[in-house]
């Protein structure tokens, strides 16, 4: 089967730098995926890693390592609008069928 | 073009009843996926439906079931309902596999 790793709280300082990590352990890989969630609202994709390396799209990065089975999402110059719930997302080939496996969600505190 | 939109937004029902929810994708977006999401417990994987065809399924009893129809709108039934079954519903939309999912906004399901 499939399972993913990522911590379950996070607090920062407003304007700070803070990186969430997720591990995962899958067979058929195809990328990782982020997404957001605020409390109260639909989850929201953030980015997508299908090769090694740093991908970033504004404030936000996301990092992938397929030989470690790892990646990150790092966000910069945090606003407390950023206060959510982000979750790691593994996409891979199973039953005949790209699949997606989502992580139990990191909940990321943005403080003054 | 319209988001995800799903019906109702808020339900309340008893143990033992039955209760359906309802999707409709994004326009041109064949793939339908639903998920439970409870707290400390991320997005669980119900099922998959592609051109009117269930694709994938998740670990969840038969009590759960769905479908599609040719305008690619979903539906989804839990029949005898328990109360651990109390949980926001989402579901969300891709063109094709490898591809962003774009959630709903959820229904939110209690049971008493």
């Known amino acids: 089967g499939q399972s993913l790793e990522q911590p379950s709280e996070v607090t920062a300082v407003e304007g700070a730098i803070v990186q969430i990590n997720c591990t995962y352990q899958?067979?058929?890989?195809?990328?990782l995926s982020w997404y957001q969630q605020h409390d109260g609202g639909a989850p929201t994709f953030l980015s997508y890693?299908?090769?090694?390396g740093l991908e970033e799209t504004g404030r936000f990065s996301s990092f992938l390592s397929r030989s470690d089975s790892y990646g990150y999402l790092l966000l910069q110059e945090l606003q407390m609008k950023d206060s959510a719930s982000y979750f790691c997302a593994v996409g891979y080939s199973g039953a005949g069928s790209y699949q997606l496996t989502f992580g139990k969600g990191t909940k990321l505190s943005v403080i003054p | 073009k319209a988001g995800v939109t799903q019906t109702p937004r808020y339900l309340i029902k008893t143990r033992g009843q039955q209760v359906t929810l309802s999707c409709s994708p994004i326009s041109g977006h064949r793939s339908v996926s639903w998920y439970q999401q409870t707290p400390g417990q991320g997005l669980q994987f119900l099922f998959e439906?592609?051109?009117?065809?269930?694709?994938n399924k998740g670990n969840f009893p038969g009590r759960f079931s769905g479908r599609q129809f040719s305008n690619s709108r979903s539906e989804m039934n839990v029949s005898t309902l328990e109360l651990g079954d109390s949980a926001l519903y989402l579901c969300a939309s891709m063109r094709r596999g490898l591809d962003t999912q774009y959630f709903g906004p959820g229904t939110r399901l209690t049971v008493l």
């Open positions: 899958t067979s058929g890989f195809y990328g």
């Open positions: 890693n299908a090769l090694d």
């Open positions: 439906y592609f051109s009117e065809t269930q694709r």
